[in-house]
Nanobody, 122 residues
Framework: QVQLVESGGGLVQAGDSLRISCAAS????????MAWFRQAPGKDRVFVAG????????YYAHSVKGRFTISRDNAKNTVYLEMNSLKPEDTAVYYC???????????????WGQGTQVTVSS
């Protein structure tokens, strides 16, 4: 079992930056590929960014590429999502996920956190 706990969400203004974190614990938690998804009210959960544990390769959704950066600290078993130039359309609950590969399909991930709310005001 792997437990994921997100933190760092909040209310910011358009153009601001915010960093959210995901702390992983449990057996073999450090060997999973990690990803961030987000879900806005009334919409599906969508892929935002992912990072492979072995190579450190990163992947981004087109809508956030160039503004968001995913990273991980293996010593702390923590994954971060640095979000810059935030827009009102980035408002959503952000979820951390762990799986055997980085894919855009939420169903392919084995473990999920409880989510952290990010609200961007205009």
């Amino acid at each position: 079992q792997v437990q994921l706990v997100e933190s760092g969400g909040g209310l910011v203004q358009a153009g601001d930056s915010l960093r959210i974190s995901c702390a992983a614990s449990g057996r073999s938690s450090g060997t999973y590929d990690m990803a961030w998804f987000r879900q806005a009210p009334g919409k599906d959960r969508v892929f935002v960014a992912g990072i492979m544990w072995s190579s450190g390769n990163t992947y981004y959704a087109h809508s956030v590429k160039g503004r968001f950066t995913i990273s991980r600290d293996n010593a702390k078993n923590t994954v971060y999502l640095e979000m810059n130039s935030l827009k009102p359309e980035d408002t959503a609950v952000y979820y951390c996920a762990a799986g055997k590969s980085v894919v855009a399909t939420a169903l392919r991930y084995d473990y999920w956190g409880q989510g952290t709310q990010v609200t961007v005001s205009s």
